[in-house]
């Protein structure tokens, strides 16, 4: 999510799904309680990877925005998980402090990246690195050339390893002198990831975490950290490699791994995937990339146009299609109003 102002040119990249590009002007369905007839609207089991879905781009459509903008991205999936594709305007509704919104510019983003991988280091991790790298190595597969990534490390302390690059072979080859060693500074290392997003080159800003547990050597507190992903304009992606509920011996950080993750994803729109069996990890981090690439992107001008620097709820309902199941939507739970 993001906030624009004074006439800034928002360039929504549209992507072309199932039956192409669709019309963002049609009556409003929340307005007579109906959907639209016949919904181009297909379910995406398998999109395309970066490099093949990047050739079928098409150009951008120019929005220019003369008010203060508020940008909200959301993902729809189906009771598959699969990413529901094709959907307009008109199946959106929004509301910000329970007050309903008017949705005014609407796009299916495909748009740069800037993402951040927080990778996991510490002594437990030891035999779950070579999956580890596997994953961030398929999760790098649905990069386009435009995306810039950074690296951080963290066992007993968090440390940026590479800088952002749009080479992402530079950090692939980092990760294979990784070696798992010491305690968990998972806080200090989100921390550190928001701070370096500060340099981003792309609006668009996400992070991906590779942990096995919860924090037990960070400076930063839980209720730091939390405050912070509220304030950060970053979507927050975890994929959580945790052993069995049932496993023996687990610490109480280990036990508070899961929770953490998901509070952190979900306050920022993010997703957060429990892990259990190692293998599966390069095929979930391949699935966040390609749901990066399958979000679509709501702005609407607030009617509380108030400076006051609070934060506002912000919630997203998708009007149910015909014959389709039911449907799941993902988005950012809110964002702090400019100050004075």
């Known amino acids: 999510m993001a906030v624009v102002r004074n006439s800034l040119l928002f360039a929504a990249v549209m992507l072309v799904m199932g039956a192409g590009i669709l019309p963002a002007e049609k009556k409003d369905p929340s307005k007579t309680g109906q959907v639209p007839d016949n919904p181009r609207v297909s379910i995406t089991p398998r999109p395309k990877l970066g490099a093949e879905a990047a050739a079928e781009r098409r150009g951008a459509a120019n929005i220019r925005v003369d008010s203060t903008l508020v940008l909200i991205n959301v993902t729809v999936t189906d009771p ?19 007050t309903e919104q008017q949705i005014t510019q609407f796009s299916s983003e495909d748009a740069p990246l800037s993402v951040g991988l927080v990778f996991d280091a510490s ?20 990069a386009n050339p435009e995306d810039e990534f950074f690296l951080i490390q963290f066992n007993d302390r968090a440390e940026l390893m590479v800088p952002f690059t749009h080479n992402t072979e530079e950090i692939q080859n980092r990760l294979t002198f990784t070696q798992a060693k010491g305690r968990t500074a998972l806080l200090d290392a989100v921390y550190l990831a928001i701070s370096n997003m500060k340099k981003a080159r792309n609006p668009r800003k996400a992070i991906l975490i590779l942990s096995d547990g919860g924090d037990n050597s960070s400076r930063y507190t839980e209720s730091e950290i939390r405050n912070l992903v509220r304030e950060a304009d970053v979507q927050i992606y975890a994929i959580g490699l945790f052993e069995p509920v049932s496993s023996r011996g687990r610490t109480a950080e280990e036990l508070s791994g899961p929770s953490l993750l998901n509070e952190i994803a979900e306050q920022t729109g993010g997703r957060h995937f429990p892990v259990e069996n190692v293998n599966e990890l390069p095929d979930v981090a391949a699935k966040i990339g390609v749901e990066l690439r399958n979000q679509y992107v709501l702005g609407y001008a607030p009617a509380n146009m108030n400076r006051d620097g609070k934060y506002r709820r912000v919630k997203v309902k998708v009007n149910q299609p015909r014959g389709f199941p039911q449907l799941r939507a993902y988005w950012r739970l809110g964002y702090y109003a400019p100050s004075q």
């Open 80 to 98: 598959m998980n699969r990413f529901v594709t094709g959907l307009d305007k008109d199946f959106f509704r929004l509301w910000e402090d329970n």
């Open 123 to 142: 002594g437990s991790m030891g035999s779950k690195l070579a999956k580890s790298r596997q994953a961030a190595a398929q999760f790098f597969k649905t």
